[in-house]
């Protein structure tokens, strides 16, 4: 098991910027790939974007390439998005999610390939 927990979220002018965190506990952070995903009103949970175990490898939703960044610090067990050129379009619930996975490269877009999601953190973009 691992716990999920996401903080940084709140309200921001369109333009501006957040960092996302997501605290784990509970087993062997390194042994995980991690990703955020989102959900907006009325919409389907989308990807945003994915990190392998290493870190070395990360993958992106086309939507928000090039304004948000995924990294990951194993030794404090956190994965963060950090939300630049933050747009009304990207106002949503955020979600992080972890897999347990053997493999240290691979990154995974698909919200089915998570085994655990944290509860979700709101994040409001005003225009």
């Known amino acids: 098991q691992v716990q999920l927990v996401e903080s940084g979220g709140g309200l921001v002018q369109a333009g501006g910027s957040l960092r996302l965190s997501c605290a784990a506990s509970?087993?062997?952070?390194?042994?995980?790939?991690m990703g955020w995903f989102r959900q907006a009103p009325g919409k389907e949970r989308e990807f945003v974007a994915a990190i392998s175990r290493s870190g070395g490898n990360t993958s992106y939703a086309g939507s928000v390439k090039g304004r948000l960044t995924i990294s990951r610090d194993n030794a404090k067990n956190t994965v963060y998005l950090q939300m630049n050129s933050l747009k009304s379009e990207d106002t949503a619930v955020y979600y992080c999610?972890?897999?347990?996975?053997?493999?240290?490269?691979?990154?995974?877009?698909?919200?089915?390939?998570?085994?655990?999601w944290g509860q979700g953190i709101q994040v409001t973009v005003s225009s």
């Open positions: 509970g087993r062997t952070f390194s042994t995980f790939a």
């Open positions: 999610a972890a897999r347990a996975v053997s493999v240290s490269t691979f990154v995974y877009p698909l919200t089915k390939s998570y085994d655990y």
